[in-house]
């Protein structure tokens, strides 16, 4: 959903679509995650900021519950569904599923009697980047249907839901994305912590830059990806469950993040001699978790391991990696707490090596990147970045550098020269085939503000 257009240009768009004036204009930003990837669900922190990447939405109320939604890119074709609670889908991979998903868990306030909008949306958020296009989205087609009925939300209530919500879509994430699309401040990162949802402000460090390089290994999350995606969140459910068993805490942890709480954890030097004591295998089957648990493999199915649609995932062939996803979280979660202390202070040295650490976590432990983006950090680093990390859920998109403005354009030119025409060129380069110009692939943002509500 890549289109800049002006806000005249979209409501002239809304008027010819729909042949009335648009009531509001709704704008949702994209996000980089500083740091701390896949913490989030495990109820441990995170340190993102919104970025000047935005899906726009113009739209005006509707006497009756349905919902039309047109689009300025032509490749996301126009849909209407009535608002209820029970939505259809449409077919995985569609842009309507995010509207619905919004539209969805909406309907389902008992406070709110709603009726429907129609809408045309617009976006300049590199999809499928790692950068929350789709949870922009998401918030956006909330916060037109919360305005087009002259409804309000505390906006930490809203990131909550649209984070359960998002569940519509088939993911299984965290509410980071929500969260900060909605509370992203210029100048700052914003800490971010759950259950209960909770944010506070961190200084972005001065005279420094975010460069943004996408790999052009799009990180859409279907199909094969969406299983891969899933697939840690059900490790870390499995990790917990393991870690009941094997402790018998009271009461019983919820998720990992819970950890922090308990004697026992505590009573460990350090987190390697943690996973050490507590994970005596390297790869778990899922008969060595049924018997741990003292349940049947396809108990262990039915409570960890289901999709949205209730499908049993596919056990990986060499097993869940426990330890290793274990140790990812737990030591991203140190990092991003010792990234707030460093950033109090201004130092983005410091901060640029927790960055580094967190993109190694994320390759060796939680096995989420790829060798296009490894090349990407490898990049930015050598070029004078002090600190460099793939950004999002993995698998694809984006990497990102801090980097001090006097360096931006050398940094930004070495990613072109060096990445896309020598590396991709000769790895990959059925992948510059679909590729944007160079100018939207990589590029340097500073901390933005949040979503924002206009009234026509």
């Known amino acids: 959903m890549y289109q800049s257009r002006t806000d005249n240009e979209i409501i002239k768009d809304f008027v010819g679509c729909f042949k009335t004036q648009p009531t509001v204009l709704i704008k949702a930003p994209g996000r980089v995650n500083l740091i701390g990837e896949h913490t989030d669900y495990n109820g441990f922190p995170v340190l993102p900021v919104s970025i000047p990447f935005v899906i726009t939405v113009a739209a ?187 402790y018998n805490p009271e009461p019983q942890l919820n998720r990992l993040g819970n950890l922090i709480d308990y004697d026992f954890f505590k009573s460990y030097n350090n987190h390697e001699q943690f996973i050490d004591n507590t994970f005596l295998q390297k790869s778990y089957f899922l008969s060595d978790i049924a018997q741990i648990l003292g349940n049947s ?32 979280v737990l030591t991203e979660a140190d990092r991003v707490e010792k990234s707030c202390k460093v950033l109090e202070k201004n130092d983005s040295t410091a901060f640029g090596k927790l960055m580094n650490a967190s993109h190694n976590s994320c390759d060796e432990d939680y096995s989420i990147s790829t060798p296009e983006l490894n090349e990407l950090v490898k990049i930015m680093r050598a070029s004078g970045a002090p600190g460099a990390r793939l950004t999002g859920a993995g698998f694809g998109g984006c990497a990102i550098g801090l980097v001090r403005d006097n360096d931006v354009k050398k940094v930004i030119d070495s990613v072109r020269k060096l990445y896309y025409n020598i590396y991709i060129a000769n790895k990959r380069p059925e992948l510059l085939g679909t590729s944007d110009s160079h100018s939207k692939l990589v590029f340097s943002v500073k901390p933005a503000r949040g979503a924002l509500i206009k009234q026509l």
């Not at 519950?65 to 047109?70: A, G």
């Not at 300025?72 to 569609?94: A, C, R, W």
């Not at 909605?182 to 001065?206: D, H, M, T």
């Not at 949205?308 to 056990?315: E, F, L, N, T, Y």
Request: hydrophobic share 40%; with cysteine.
């Open 60 to 246: 005006s109320p509707r006497p009756d519950k349905n919902i039309h939604i047109n689009n300025s890119n032509t490749q996301y074709k126009s849909k209407s569904f009535e608002l209820s609670q029970n939505i259809p889908h449409s077919p995985t991979g569609e842009w309507s599923n995010y509207v619905k998903a919004a539209a969805s868990a909406l309907a389902s306030h008992p406070d709110f009697k709603l009726h429907g909008m129609n809408a045309f949306f617009n976006g300049d958020i590199p999809a499928s980047a790692g950068l929350s296009s789709s949870s922009a989205l998401v918030i956006a087609s909330a916060l037109s249907i919360l305005a087009t009925n002259s409804r309000k939300m505390d906006f930490l209530e809203l990131a909550e839901m649209m984070a359960f919500g998002e569940h519509y879509v088939g993911t299984q994430g965290g509410g980071m994305d929500q969260a900060i699309c909605l509370f992203g401040k210029e100048g700052y990162a914003v800490k971010i912590n759950f259950f209960p949802l909770r944010c506070s402000y961190v200084k972005f460090p001065e005279n420094h830059s975010i460069v943004v390089a996408h790999s052009l290994v799009r990180a859409a999350k279907t199909e094969d990806a969406l299983f891969l995606y899933n697939l840690r969140p059900a490790e870390c459910r499995l990790a917990t469950a393991l870690i009941n068993a094997i």
């Open 297 to 328: 493999a396809e108990s262990v199915v039915q409570k960890y391991l289901l999709t949205r649609d209730g499908v049993p995932m596919p056990v990986p062939k060499d097993g869940f990696k426990i330890p290793q996803r274990t140790l990812h």
